[in-house]
C-alpha cells in the first residue's frame, strides 16, 4: 500500500489539454523564433485590419458628404476654398482639375478644346490612382502574410520534428512518451502560421474589395465633373 501511494506521488499530473504557453516554452529555441515572429505579425495584422476599418469607413464618409455638398453648391470655387484643405478624396481629385482648367484657361479662351478636355480628364485619373495608392499601401503587409505565414510555420514544424528524431537517437529510444511532445510543439508553429495567415488573406480580399469600391466612387465623380466642365469649355 505505501509502495503504491508513494508510486502516485512521484508521477507527475498529466495535463488534461493542451497548454500553449507551455508547448512554447518547452520548443526549441529555433522553434520558439518562429513562434514569436508569427505571433508578432499577427499581432500587426490586427492592427492594420482595424486601422485600416476605421480609415475606409472615414474616407466614404467624407466623399459622400463632400460630393453631395459639391453638386449642391452654388459655386464650385467657393466649397473648395472652405473644404479643400481637409483630407477628402473627392476634394482632391476635383483640385486636380481645377488647377489644369486654371492653368489653360486664361483670358477666358481655349485654343484647343479636345486637349483641354483630355488634360483635364488625366488630372483627375491621375489623382484618383494616387488616392488608390495610398489606400492601399499598407495592403502589401496583409498578402505577405497571408503567403509566407503558413510556410514559415511549416519551416518550424519540420525543425521540430527533426529535433524529435534527434532526441530518438540520442536516448536510444522510440517510444511515442519520447517523440510526442517534440512534434506536438512542431505542430503548433503551423497552427501559429496558419493563425496569422488565415485573417491576413481575408481581410487582404475583402480591403482590396474596399479599395476599388472607392476608386470606382472617385472614377464616377471624376466622370460627372468632367462633364461640368466640358459643357462650360463649349461657352469659352
Not at 38 to 57: D, K, N, P, Q, T
Not at 134 to 150: D, H, I, K, M
Not at 151 to 161: A, D, E, N, P, Q
Not at 192 to 200: S, T
Amino acid at each position: 500500500m505505501t509502495d503504491l501511494l508513494f508510486l502516485a506521488a512521484a508521477t507527475p499530473e498529466l495535463p488534461g489539454r493542451l497548454d500553449p504557453l507551455r508547448l512554447f516554452l518547452d520548443a526549441d529555441i529555433v522553434v520558439q523564433a518562429v513562434m514569436l515572429g508569427l505571433l508578432l505579425a499577427s499581432v500587426w495584422v490586427w492592427m492594420i485590419i482595424v486601422g485600416f476599418s476605421m480609415r475606409i469607413a472615414a474616407v466614404r464618409r467624407r466623399c459622400r458628404e463632400y460630393e453631395t455638398d459639391f453638386w449642391e453648391a452654388d459655386s464650385f470655387e467657393t466649397l473648395m476654398k472652405e473644404r479643400g484643405k481637409k483630407d477628402i478624396a473627392s476634394a482632391r481629385v476635383a483640385a486636380a482639375a481645377m488647377r489644369e482648367w486654371r492653368a489653360s484657361v486664361k483670358g477666358g479662351r481655349v485654343a484647343d478644346r479636345d486637349g483641354l478636355r483630355q488634360r483635364l480628364a488625366g488630372a483627375m485619373h491621375g489623382q484618383i490612382a494616387t488616392e488608390a495608392d495610398e489606400l492601399s499601401n499598407r495592403l502589401n503587409f496583409l498578402a505577405t502574410v497571408g503567403s509566407v505565414a503558413p510556410f514559415v510555420g511549416l519551416f518550424g514544424t519540420v525543425w521540430g520534428i527533426m529535433n524529435s528524431f534527434f532526441q530518438i537517437g540520442q536516448q536510444q529510444n522510440s517510444s511515442l512518451a519520447v517523440v510526442a511532445p517534440g512534434i506536438s510543439e512542431a505542430l503548433f508553429a503551423t497552427a501559429i502560421g496558419l493563425f496569422a495567415a488565415i485573417p491576413a488573406v481575408i481581410a487582404y480580399n475583402r480591403f482590396g474589395h474596399a479599395v476599388n469600391s472607392v476608386e470606382s466612387r472617385l472614377h464616377r465623380f471624376a466622370d460627372r465633373f468632367h462633364a461640368s466642365l466640358s459643357r462650360e469649355i463649349e461657352t469659352l
